[in-house]
């Protein structure tokens, strides 16, 4: 069946530097739907990016990535971290087999520091 | 803008108990979810519901069941609770079964003593 994989659990970053969490997937549909979602302490998890469209970046609030489907992944990326970006962050991913399934990954917690 | 409500925030239970978990949503959304977030292991779901009186298993679907009363609710039981069970039920909705966004109640954090 389709999965998605987050290879960090944790990342840890001091303010500044770049960003980079990883996301692969499997789907045996040609047409997948890519998702990161971020979730903040005490708050509701919400959507940051989706994407269906081969090798085309989507930004959103500083963040990007962009779907690559020979080597199914849709990794997040931002230049440079900030205090406020420390959260949990989760690769989604749906098919388009039409079963409105939203399969999520392990989640990957991202820690900034000063 | 709308809003999903669960109820409620917090559940202590007993070992072998039945609980309900119970999601509210204004959005007039057609689909929502049921998902156990646990640490490590992300959010699996557990049962959606593709529109009123829908209901489709997830993943994580045995010991639980659901259902989708009206198009604005859709209720969880937890058939048996597990002693020291601990987790988080996130409840979502979106406006229809194909790629759109989901969104998220605040959750109902379990605990089964």
């Known amino acids: 069946g389709d999965s998605v994989t987050q290879k960090e659990g944790l990342v840890t970053l001091t303010e500044g530097l770049p960003v980079m969490l990883n996301c692969t997937y499997q789907?045996?549909?040609?047409?997948?739907?890519l998702f990161w979602y971020v979730h903040y302490l005490n708050e509701s998890p919400r959507l940051l990016l989706k994407?269906?469209?081969?090798?085309k970046r989507t930004e959103h609030q500083g963040f990007h990535a962009t779907l690559h489907k020979s080597s199914s992944s849709f990794h997040l990326q931002k230049s440079s971290a900030q205090l406020s970006d420390s959260a949990l962050y989760y690769c989604?991913?749906?098919?388009?087999?039409?079963?409105?399934?939203?399969?999520f990954g392990e989640g990957t917690k991202l820690t900034v520091s000063s | 803008g709308g809003i999903i409500t669960q109820t409620p925030k917090f559940l202590i239970g007993q070992e072998g108990q039945k609980l309900t978990l119970k999601c509210q949503q204004n959005?007039?959304?057609?689909?929502m979810y049921w998902y156990r977030q646990d640490s490590g292991k992300g959010l699996r779901l557990i049962y959606y519901?593709?529109?009123?009186?829908?209901?489709q298993k997830g993943d994580l679907s045995e010991g639980y069941d659901a259902s989708r009363e009206k198009k604005s609710s859709f209720s969880l039981t937890v058939t048996s609770a597990q002693k020291n069970e601990m987790a988080v039920f996130l409840c979502?909705?979106?406006?229809?079964?194909?790629?759109?966004?989901?969104?998220f109640g605040a959750g109902t954090r379990l605990s089964v003593l």
């Open positions: 519901s593709i529109t009123e009186n829908d209901l």
């Open positions: 979502a909705s979106s406006i229809d079964n194909s790629q759109n966004t989901l969104y």
């Open positions: 789907t045996i549909y040609s047409n997948a739907f």
């Open positions: 989604a991913l749906m098919n388009q087999g039409g079963s409105a399934k939203l399969i």
């Open positions: 959005f007039n959304h057609d689909t």
């Open positions: 994407s269906s469209t081969d090798n």
